[in-house]
């Protein structure tokens, strides 16, 4: 991955390809390369949707090698959702096959000439070309895919945005093939998509055919702690159980048992049809059905969290939706109903949606009136008419913080404007601490890497001492950082907290590859580069302290059952980034 | 340990004061349904909503799992990750107690920051100070009660059977919404389902005083056979657990 693709939509004559050495960003991977590249090139204060944003599309340092679940790829630019920096981070085939071709990152820039044309990019070992196709236009990405699939066959991946990019919505995704050559992977947070649709390219077709997997510097070290690696994501409960029976919507039950379960859009802590929709309740449904509880996103994942849910009658409905898109098409609008979530899922990805956005969005519509609680047909009609573009669906685009400006409302359950996840922070307070502080607005993956005290950053954390929120938040939020940078699957992160040697194992593979001696301070203080470009990018866009709070309304009104506020002091939220 | 997290030595001192299947005196007028099926396990979807188990007296978290669900202590040191007591994250089993009105929830260790999060215990466990049951002692002694528990992913297919052999109360009407949303499959791996009623009398109980047991068939369903909120004791066909403290 010795390679920069940058793509000047720009140029005379039409969108130009130009490859070039990696040069200063040599040794970067993944969210470490989007942005270096954001923070290097990209002016803070323009405008996301403007000439002078970049769209970077970066595989992880690990992508394309043998290691195991290491295939997520990176989307970085400035956010049109929040204005300030993003990384949003994809599963799928993409990273891998951007890697075996490799590139360290394709970077979209310049400014779109005048007129509605777009553009298809096609990568493969052979070269890149760009070709004008206006038949693509307003496609929903199923229907892209079978497109292409006519055209390139089976085996590409398609990075592509949906019509919710095209028309430049807040919340856009960009879609990532996967296995089944589906568009069911995301890029989703912060609306990338929209970056990538004010570039004029609709989709980029990746074809790794001839290509090979990477090499790793040190063969003999790399297949053993690679298989030391997934040895230990075998043993450990999570990753070598739990994920793969339930999905991630396993958690459902246990968020509404701790009474943070956000419900009716963040009114209760506890959704009362929560079984009917918990992951328990979902794989046993999918298998019932002919679907499949247990499946991998990418090839050589070891964990397979993900499934695949189909109707009554056997027939293909969506990916076996997430955790946070049950939640958020779910219990946070009050609706029970699995097939109807499952049905919302597919549109989102259709369209190009971020579901979390997507599913708060609907919750503050209802509570703005526009349709009830629980209505599943109605909330059914708005994922329709956001991604067909009608006049309300423009507004549901521009995501939950416009759409409550829009109505009149208070309670827009947002940081920096992006949606809420799916765990109350009045519950959850140390989630409330990475809401409000990550440079990525509300994000519940910022703080997921949960290696703290194996890192041992800032010392070993008693977990039973009240405080020192601030200060785990931060040391979580600079394991991912770092953990995006690799490719690895945030989910590794379970059996690398409990299993030291599964920890070193991960960090012996990443060695072996690149021939490098790196320790835990070394990843430490990878993550703390990254996080200290992006906060420093956000602070030229205009934000501050400020913009570092959750909603107030989370300090005044309590939540049910557990009638618990929001009353992390601002003091201890500023002190988060004190390294 | 038996892979199922069964007690392989019942006869250990300090449980035979409270023999699994504890039964409540004054709850055996209530409907009884057995169930006979090739796959008890399929329960545990049910068991994930919540039932209630009788209990001879207020007892520490630990003591309930160990006396009344009858687990290991192995398998509740490394399986049952996750305890949650009135809504709060149980860190030490044995400072918490059950008592009348208690809701129990177990789960499996679970994915996420904030599955992580509400482990027992766990690195991460500042994080939920909110929802982290404060450590109590000596709760006054209550004589019996039923607590209501809720088993989560892995926990609830683990004990399944385990907890329906014990016999466990349940609503009705989730029990019948629960039967009525049965794929074909639970079906054909039914072998019955068989309610027996037992009416209290001056003279005790008597089984079956409506005329023995009667078995319920799929197409039975679509009758109301009992109110929502009644309830109905389930067991497992061949299960005796015996009654009273
Ligand atoms: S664990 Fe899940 S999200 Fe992660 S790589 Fe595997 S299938 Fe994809």
Redesign the interface.
């Known amino acids: 991955m010795d390679t920069i693709l940058r793509i000047d939509v720009g140029a005379k004559g039409g969108p130009k390809a130009v490859t070039q050495p990696v040069g200063p960003y040599a040794g970067l991977g993944g969210r470490a390369m989007t942005s270096t590249v954001v923070c290097t090139e990209v002016p803070p204060d323009c405008h996301p949707l403007g000439p002078e944003n970049k769209l970077v599309i970066a595989p992880g340092l690990m992508s394309g090698s043998a290691a195991s679940t290491s295939g997520r790829l990176s989307v970085g630019c400035k956010s049109p959702l929040t204005g300030g920096i993003k990384e949003a981070n994809s599963g799928g085939t993409g990273a891998q096959a951007l890697g075996r071709l490799g590139y360290a990152a394709v970077i979209l820039e310049g400014e779109r000439p005048k007129g509605d044309d777009w553009y298809k990019v096609v990568i493969s070992k052979d070269g890149v070309s760009i070709v004008k196709d206006n038949s693509l236009r307003m496609l929903p990405n199923y229907d892209l895919v079978e497109r292409i699939k006519a055209e390139h066959g089976d085996q590409v991946t398609v990075i592509s945005i949906g019509t919710a990019g095209e028309m430049r919505m807040a919340n856009s995704t960009i879609a990532v093939t996967d296995v089944e050559m589906r568009p069911t992977r995301h890029a989703g947070r912060g609306g990338v998509g929209a970056v990538m649709g004010s570039k004029g390219i609709k989709c980029i077709v990746v074809d790794p055919e001839g290509t090979t997997i990477r090499h790793p510097a040190n063969p003999e070290a790399f297949k053993a702690a690679n298989k030391a690696f997934v040895e230990g994501l075998k043993r450990?409960?999570?990753?070598g159980?739990?994920?793969p029976?339930?999905g991630?919507n396993?958690?459902t039950?246990?968020?509404c048992?701790?009474?943070?379960y956000p419900t009716y859009n963040f009114k209760e802590g506890?959704f009362p049809d929560a079984?009917k929709i918990?992951?328990?309740?979902q794989a046993?449904i999918e298998i019932?059905?002919g679907g499949l509880a247990t499946h991998g996103c990418h090839r050589g994942c070891a964990i397979q969290?993900s499934g695949t849910f189909v109707d009554k009658d056997g027939n293909f409905v969506t990916k076996q939706p997430e955790?946070e898109t049950v939640w958020a098409h779910g219990g946070n609008c009050g609706i029970s109903d699995l097939d109807a979530i499952a049905r919302m899922d597919f549109l989102d990805d259709t369209y190009g949606l971020d579901t979390i956005e997507m599913g708060v969005t609907i919750g503050v519509a209802m509570e703005a009136g526009v349709i009830p609680f629980g209505d599943a047909a109605g909330a059914i009609r708005l994922v329709q008419e956001t991604g067909q573009g009608t006049p309300l669906g423009r507004i549901l685009g521009a995501g939950a913080a416009a759409t409550a400006k829009c109505y009149g409302l208070e309670r827009a359950p947002v940081v920096k404007n992006q949606a809420m996840p799916a765990?109350d922070p009045?519950?959850?307070?140390?989630?409330g601490?990475?809401y409000a502080t990550t440079p990525m607005g509300a994000d519940?993956?910022a703080?997921?890497a949960?290696a703290?005290?194996i890192l041992k950053v800032g010392g070993f954390?008693?977990?039973?001492?009240?405080?020192?929120?601030a200060e785990?938040?931060r040391n979580?939020q600079v394991a991912t950082a770092a953990l995006d940078a690799t490719g690895f699957c945030l989910?590794v992160?379970?059996a690398i907290?409990d299993q030291a040697d599964t920890f070193q194992a991960m960090v012996d593979t990443i060695n072996a590859m690149y021939n490098l001696s790196m320790t835990a301070d070394d990843v430490v203080a990878l993550g703390q580069d990254i996080l200290t470009k992006e906060r420093a990018f956000n602070t030229k866009a205009g934000f501050g302290p400020a913009q570092d709070r959750l909603p107030r309304y989370f300090s005044r009104e309590s939540l049910p059952?557990?009638n618990?506020v929001f009353d992390v002091p601002e003091k201890e939220l500023d002190s988060v980034f004190a390294f | 340990m038996a892979e199922n997290g069964v007690h392989n030595t019942p006869e250990e001192p300090g449980l035979r004061d409270a023999p699994p299947g504890f039964d409540m005196p004054g709850l055996s007028a209530l409907p009884t349904v057995r169930i006979d099926h090739a796959e008890p396990v399929?329960f545990?979807?049910l068991l994930?909503?919540g039932f209630r188990l009788a209990v001879p007296d207020t007892c520490t978290v630990e003591a309930f799992l160990r006396r009344a669900m009858n687990l290991s202590e192995d398998y509740v040191s490394t399986?049952v990750?996750?305890v949650?007591l009135d809504?709060?994250?149980v860190?030490d089993l044995g400072a918490a107690q059950v008592r009348p009105g208690s809701r129990l929830?177990l789960?499996?260790?679970?994915?996420?920051?904030?599955?992580?999060?509400?482990r027992r215990?766990?690195?991460?466990?500042?994080?939920?100070?909110?929802?982290t049951h404060a450590p109590e002692h000596d709760a006054p002694q209550s004589g019996p009660f039923l607590a209501e528990v809720?088993l989560?992913?892995?926990i609830?297919e683990d004990l399944a059977a385990r907890m329906l052999g014990l016999g466990v109360y349940v609503r009705a009407g989730k029990f019948l919404e629960f039967l009525r949303s049965r794929?074909e499959?639970f079906w054909e791996n039914l072998r019955s389902l068989t309610v027996e009623t037992t009416v209290e009398t001056a003279m005790g109980t008597d089984a079956g005083s409506h005329g023995g047991p009667t078995t319920l068939h799929r197409q039975d369903l679509v009758r109301d056979l009992w109110t929502d909120e009644e309830s109905l004791r389930l067991t497992l066909a061949g299960s005796q657990p015996e009654t009273g403290a």
């Open positions: 450990h409960g999570v990753t159980q739990g994920l029976a339930y991630t396993v958690l039950n246990i968020l048992e701790a009474g943070g506890r079984d918990s992951g328990e309740t046993q019932a059905r969290c955790y765990y009045r519950a959850v307070k140390g989630i601490v990475t519940h993956t703080g997921y949960v703290t005290n954390v008693d977990p039973l001492q009240p405080g020192g929120q785990l938040s979580l989910f992160a379970f907290l059952p557990h618990v | 399929c545990a979807e994930q909503s399986r990750q996750t949650f809504g709060l994250a860190d929830a789960s499996a260790a679970l994915p996420g920051l904030v599955g992580a999060t509400m215990s766990g690195p991460l466990a500042s994080l939920r100070q909110g929802v809720r989560f992913n892995r609830g794929p499959q």
